[in-house]
């Protein structure tokens, strides 16, 4: 069953932002807030009904529609209420598909809980969420955009097309064979229209391509740009919040050594050193310039700003470089239009809480095969990374007899035994492959069946 109705508890920002994704893929989304004002703004952003309720009513939530919904999720600021709600769609509703948001550790603790809490199906950590996604940015080496997938060393990551760019003015056929290394142009985004080229699409001046590559292509492709990647050995970390508590536990301890944090409130600084001893914890304040040279933060490789005031986070990333920090990187927890800023404010990447959380909601709803999902050129394209299972249509195809009608296209293979392709016309696509597609989001739906994805809902 293809999950074609959802019903979003929260009207607030991640609420919205994962409706309007919805919408722009033609599924029936419902709306339910108990604040009449958050319900009418919803309204008034997003072209999908929104009702006053509470999501711990079995009344109200009846009235929404959570009957015949296809999945329930639950996104207020309430742990609490997300885990009740949830609990009630699943039990007395019987909605095949639940998540809950949930914050709170003492509910799920660091390893999560799986399905195994009231019966709902996914719990969701947004910090964790983040954490890991700026732990991997770390580890590829810092360069803004690139993403990587779950079961793949393939990367997709986006490269502006300058003025003297040895890509400007090219077909995208001409620029495989002239650059020396293996990739693809999945996705091509002009003036803030973005679309999947074909081999006979000019590249022009001020475009943003993204490409998928294997990772040992990456440094040549960037290099031919004047870019490069480095992976950064010494960080320093503004805040002693829980994103940086979740990324200090997927960091080796061998590197904790390497690592500086920098807060304000002396509490939280004597409970992280105890908690992490190899880790140099500075109670002080990142807003006196004397902190950077008494302490030589200009002598680290990367800042990090992970404090919960995103203005501060901004700054603080933006003038880091400017005191000689090699790298910085910036979390926005409230407004995702920080990210625009990026590039005029020479920060490398700045990471929306928002944005990391819907994408993986995204991809719990989009089928069971898939494990890896990713919007790119503000959610005009996706790039998902989807298991060919043996009774997929696919199976046993060539690329070249594949008919994706200039939707989307299939950009990297990871084989069964581990090993990668980036494919050709002639490749035969086999059952337990596990394929890259990226494709326009307005053109999902096409796309699931010809993937043959399933909603995680039939489970």
């Given amino acids: 069953m293809e999950v074609m109705k959802v019903l979003i508890l929260g009207a607030g920002r991640r609420g919205i932002r994962l409706a309007r994704r919805l919408v722009e893929e033609n599924k029936d989304v419902i709306i339910i807030d108990e604040d009449v004002d958050d319900v009418n703004a919803a309204m008034a952003k997003v072209d999908c009904l929104a009702v006053t309720g509470s999501g711990t009513s079995l009344e109200d939530l009846s009235d929404a529609g959570l009957a015949d919904a296809d999945a329930f999720i639950a996104l207020t600021g309430s742990d609490e209420t997300n885990l009740v709600s949830s609990g009630i769609a699943a039990s007395e509703f019987k909605v095949p598909l639940t998540i809950a948001s949930i914050r709170n550790l003492s509910y799920t603790g660091y390893s999560g809980v799986g399905t195994s809490l009231m019966g709902i199906n996914h719990i969701v950590n947004p910090t964790q969420e983040v954490a890991q996604y700026i ?5 590829r080496g810092i360069y803004s955009d ?5 079961n793949s060393s393939l990367l997709l990551y986006n490269v502006y097309v300058e003025k003297n760019s040895p890509y400007a003015n090219k077909l995208v056929k001409q620029l495989r064979k002239e650059i020396d290394a293996n990739f693809i142009i999945a996705a091509l985004n002009r003036n803030g229209e973005a679309l999947v080229p074909s081999g006979d699409t000019t590249v022009r001046t001020g475009d943003t391509l993204s490409l998928v590559a294997h990772e040992d292509s990456v440094e040549k492709i960037l290099s031919s740009v004047g870019r490069r990647r480095q992976k950064p050995k010494r960080v320093a970390i503004v805040g002693a919040t829980q994103v940086c508590d979740f990324l200090l536990r997927l960091v080796p301890k061998s590197r904790h050594k390497d690592i500086a944090i920098i807060d304000m409130d002396k509490e939280v600084c004597e409970k992280f050193a105890t908690m992490y001893p190899n880790v140099l914890v500075l109670n002080a304040d990142i807003t006196n310039e004397e902190v950077f040279e008494e302490e030589s933060l200009g002598s680290y490789d990367l800042m990090l700003c992970l404090t919960y005031n995103d203005e501060l986070n901004i700054i603080t990333a933006s003038y880091a470089k400017h005191f000689g920090i090699k790298n910085s990187m910036a979390l926005v927890n409230q407004n995702p ?7 005029h404010l020479d920060i490398d990447s700045i990471i929306s809480t928002q944005d990391v959380t819907v994408d993986s909601l995204m991809r719990y709803l989009h089928g069971q095969n898939i494990s890896s999902m990713h919007s790119l050129f503000d959610g005009q394209i996706e790039a998902i990374e989807v ?9 046993g195809k060539l690329l070249k007899d594949i008919d ?6 299939i950009a990297g293979v990871t084989k069964k035994d581990g090993s990668t392709v980036i494919p050709g016309g002639l490749y035969q696509i086999e059952t337990d492959d596990t394929l890259i597609t990226v494709f326009e989001r307005k053109s999902t739906e096409f796309i699931q069946k010809l993937l043959n994805t399933k909603s995680k809902a039939e489970n």
């Fill in 387 to 395: 298991n060919v299972t043996a009774d997929s249509k696919l199976s």
């Fill in 337 to 343: 239009n920080y990210i625009r800023m990026a590039s």
């Fill in 404 to 409: 994706m009608r200039g939707k989307g296209i």
């Fill in 146 to 150: 690139i993403i990587s997938f779950e």
């Fill in 135 to 139: 732990y991997q940015d770390v580890e």
